[in-house]
């Protein structure tokens, strides 16, 4: 079974982050420039305080007549981060975002940040997973090793 921590090894180790007070456009040009959908929000304490997606964005900024260049991340990011451990089954992972209508996640080990997955990694992997099964159900059925 497949576990976050093993997500987190396969992916690169940049954590891409934006303090509270930085504006809305910063944001967007830095997930633009390393082509991410979210980046978690630390206050001046290095503290997790949020998190703030193309999502928000478009829900908060967009469709309420603000700018991007006059808004402060704090007023539109998440405050209520959803936040999973390392060693917790990306099965379960995925049916968190699913039920919580969340595409990233970020991972707290000790109550320190080690990284943030995505919908999209958490999928890769369980596609993997299913597809080795079928591979080693294949062989078995025809008495391959």
Not at 17 to 42: H, N
Not at 78 to 97: D, F, N
Not at 111 to 129: F, N, P, Q, T
Request: a neutral charge; aromatic letters at 4%; glycine letters at 4%.
């Amino acid at each position: 079974m497949t576990v976050v921590r093993d997500l987190l090894r396969a992916k690169t180790n940049s954590i891409w982050s934006v303090a509270p007070d930085a504006t809305v456009y910063d944001a967007l040009r830095l997930m633009a420039d390393k082509d991410v959908g979210a980046l978690v929000v630390f206050d001046a304490n290095a503290r997790l305080t949020g998190i703030i997606s193309e999502r928000d964005y478009a829900r908060k900024v967009v469709l309420k007549g603000k700018t991007s260049r006059e808004t402060a991340v704090r007023e539109i990011m998440t405050e209520k981060v959803v936040c999973v451990r390392p060693e917790q089954p990306i099965e379960e992972c995925m049916a968190l975002m699913t039920n919580k209508r969340i595409r990233h996640l970020p991972v707290l080990e000790d109550d320190r940040l080690i990284g943030v997955i995505s919908i999209g990694d958490v999928i890769k992997s369980v596609i993997a997973d299913q597809q080795f099964m079928i591979e080693q159900l294949e062989h078995y059925i025809t008495g391959q090793r």
